[in-house]
C-alpha cells in the first residue's frame, strides 16, 4: 500500500477521534443543560413501569400519569426538606470537622515517632488532604441541590419522556425496514432495562434505611445525610459502598473515637454485603456484573464531564448501554468486554479455536 493508500485509511480513525473530542466538549459546555435532562430520563425510566401498570389496570393515561407526578413531586418535596437542612449544617460544620481530624492525624505521627517511625507531617498533608472524601461527599450534595434547581424543567422534561413512550412504538413500526424483528429486540432491551433500575432503585432505598438506622443507633452525625449518600452511591457497584463508607467512617472517628469509627465501618460491610451480594441476585436473576476498570473508567469520564451528578449517574448508564449491547447477536460481544471476569466464569464462555 503506498503513502496515499495509508492515509486514506487513517483518516477515519482521526475523523472518529476528532469527533469525539468535539462531542465531549460540548457535553463539558452543556453540563449545566444535560446534568437535568440525564436526571430526568434517569427518573423517567424509573416511573414508565408503574405508570404502564396503572395503565393495564384501566387508569387513562392523563390521570396515572397525573399520579406518577404526584408522587415524585411528594418524594421531592420529602428529599428536600430532609436534606437541605442536614446539608447546611454540615457544610457548616466541614471545616472544624476538617480541623479536628487533622489534629487526630498529627496525633498519630506524633505517637509513631516516639517509637521510631518518622513520617513527615507535610509530606502526609501533601499527599494525603485530610477530609478531602468529606468535601467530595459535600460536593455531590451541593451538586444535587444544584441539579434540583431546575425541579421544573426535569418535571416538564420527566412528563414528555413518559408521553412519548407510549407512542414510540408506533413510530418506529412506520420508519423501521424490519418492524417486528427490531421491536422485539428493543422490548426486551426496555423490559431488562426498566427491571434493572427498578430493582436497583428500590435496593438502593434499603441501603440507605438500613445505613440511617445504624448511623442513629451509634449516635454519629447527620445519619440522613448519609443514609442518602448510601443510597445515591450504591448505584455505584464496588467504589460506591467505599466512597459512602470513607466520610462517615472519619466522622465518626473525629467525634465518638476509633470504637465507633470500626463499629462503623463493620455496619457498612454487612449492609453491603446482605444487600449486594445476598439479596440483589435473588432478585436480578442474574448479576449484571460490570468490569471494575470500566466502572473507575466511567467515574472518572462522566464525572469529569457532568460533575459529581455524572459520577452518580454513570454507572447506571454504563448499565443500560451494557443491556443494549446484549440485546443485539452483533454487539453481544462488546457486552462481554464491558463485563467483568467473574459473569464470564459463571456463563461458561470459552475462546475460539482457530
Not at 85 to 110: C, K, T
Not at 299 to 314: A, C, E, K, N
Amino acid at each position: 500500500m503506498d503513502d496515499s493508500g495509508k492515509r486514506a485509511a487513517k483518516a477515519p480513525a482521526l475523523l472518529i477521534l476528532a469527533s469525539f473530542i468535539i462531542v465531549v466538549a460540548g457535553m463539558k459546555a452543556a453540563s449545566d443543560i444535560l446534568v437535568p435532562f440525564f436526571l430526568a430520563v434517569f427518573i423517567a425510566v424509573i416511573c414508565a413501569p408503574p405508570l404502564f401498570w396503572l395503565q393495564r389496570k384501566g387508569v387513562p393515561k392523563l390521570p396515572a400519569l397525573a399520579i406518577i407526578l404526584v408522587a415524585i413531586l411528594i418524594a421531592g418535596l420529602l428529599f428536600a426538606a430532609l436534606i437541605v437542612p442536614s446539608l447546611n449544617d454540615f457544610l457548616i460544620s466541614l471545616p472544624g470537622y476538617q480541623e479536628r481530624l487533622s489534629a487526630q492525624i498529627a496525633e498519630l505521627l506524633s505517637w509513631l515517632s516516639e517509637r521510631g517511625v518518622n513520617i513527615p507531617a507535610v509530606e502526609v498533608s501533601g499527599a494525603l488532604h485530610p477530609g478531602w472524601v468529606m468535601i467530595l461527599a459535600g460536593g455531590i450534595f451541593e451538586a444535587l441541590s444544584s441539579a434540583l434547581a431546575h425541579a421544573f424543567l426535569i418535571l416538564l422534561t420527566v412528563v414528555f419522556i413518559l408521553l412519548e413512550m407510549a407512542d414510540l412504538p408506533r413510530k418506529l413500526r412506520l420508519v423501521l425496514k424490519n418492524p417486528e424483528r427490531s421491536l422485539s429486540t428493543i422490548e426486551k432491551f426496555s423490559q431488562h432495562a426498566k427491571r434493572y433500575m427498578v430493582i436497583k432503585t428500590m435496593l438502593s432505598a434499603a441501603t440507605g434505611v438500613l445505613i440511617w438506622l445504624l448511623l442513629l443507633i451509634l449516635g454519629v452525625d447527620y445519619p440522613v445525610l448519609w443514609g442518602t449518600l448510601s443510597f445515591l452511591l450504591n448505584y455505584v457497584p464496588n467504589i460506591g459502598a467505599i466512597l459512602a463508607a470513607l466520610p462517615v467512617a472519619l466522622l465518626a472517628l473525629v467525634q465518638l473515637g476509633a470504637g465507633s469509627a470500626l463499629l462503623t465501618v463493620l455496619g457498612f460491610i454487612v449492609v453491603h454485603v446482605v444487600v449486594g451480594n445476598i439479596i440483589e441476585p435473588k432478585l436480578m436473576g442474574r448479576v449484571l456484573s460490570l468490569s471494575t476498570l470500566v466502572v473507575f473508567l466511567s467515574l472518572v469520564f462522566w464525572g469529569w464531564v457532568l460533575g459529581p451528578i455524572g459520577m452518580i449517574l454513570s454507572v447506571p448508564m454504563t448499565s443500560l448501554v451494557k443491556i443494549a449491547l446484549e440485546s443485539y447477536e452483533e454487539t453481544r460481544g462488546l457486552a462481554f468486554m464491558l463485563g467483568s471476569g467473574s459473569e464470564i466464569e459463571r456463563m461458561g464462555l470459552k475462546p475460539r479455536k482457530k
